[in-house]
């Protein structure tokens, strides 16, 4: 299925304001596979490259995944309040550079921040009804520990750390507009990609409808 068929060709020309997708995920459920398996499939979103002082694991492209900064780099951006959002997860720091997101959205482009539930919430707070979010769910603590063990790009003890904080995560579901278990990867990214299309058709996010419709009822019919 090609990113244009969730629509039809008129739906594509009415002129429409974007969304920001949020996806989040206790780590080893799932989001940023499926985030990125988006950008691939979608062209239309643009990822929210976020900045984190943690470490840069071997599979990791710096600017690509994420823009890798010391502690000290953060702490200025943060001060300077040039981050949309912010949030220590598992000691490190995490933060969306504001002046991307925001050129962005006022180009009406849809944008994808795969962010944790602290993260999540600040966006809520500032861009409300712009903002769709989706939390993703392993089908049990064992599966999640079993995926971050065969990563194998942690540590033991890193891996401890984030399976403890897993249950805090978890526990914000009711934060979220969608949730989505995550025991078939193929299914949970069709259901994401099921939503986004419904999104992108609410009356609201569409004002490219009152001119459409306006010469629709002016169409003479002959």
Do not use: C
Request: glycine share 4%; no cysteine; aromatic share 6%.
């Amino acid at each position: 299925m090609t990113p244009d068929s969730h629509q039809t060709k008129t739906d594509a020309t009415i002129a429409r304001r974007g969304l920001s997708l949020v996806i989040s995920s206790p780590s080893g459920a799932g989001k940023s596979t499926i985030a990125h398996a988006l950008m691939d499939a979608d062209r239309s979103f643009q990822l929210s490259i976020s900045v984190t002082t943690r470490k840069r694991r071997g599979s990791e492209v710096d600017g690509v995944h994420y823009r890798f900064i010391d502690k000290e780099e953060f702490m200025r951006l943060r001060e300077k309040d040039d981050l949309l959002e912010w949030a220590e997860v598992h000691g490190n720091f995490y933060g969306t550079p504001r002046a991307p997101a925001e050129r962005a959205m006022r180009n009406g482009h849809d944008m994808l921040f795969d962010i944790d539930y602290q993260g999540a919430l600040q966006l809520q707070e500032k861009a409300g009804d712009d903002v769709v979010s989706i939390f993703i769910l392993p089908p049990s603590m064992a599966e999640l520990k079993s995926r971050l063990l065969r990563r194998a790009e942690d540590s033991s003890e890193t891996i401890a750390i984030r399976l403890a904080n897993s249950r805090v995560e978890i526990d914000r579901w009711r934060d979220y507009d969608y949730v989505i278990v995550n025991d078939d990867l193929n299914q949970a990214f069709e259901a994401v990609r099921a939503i986004i299309a419904a999104e992108r058709l609410k009356r609201e996010r569409r004002p490219g409808l009152e001119v459409f419709t306006k010469a629709l009822l002016e169409e003479p019919i002959e």
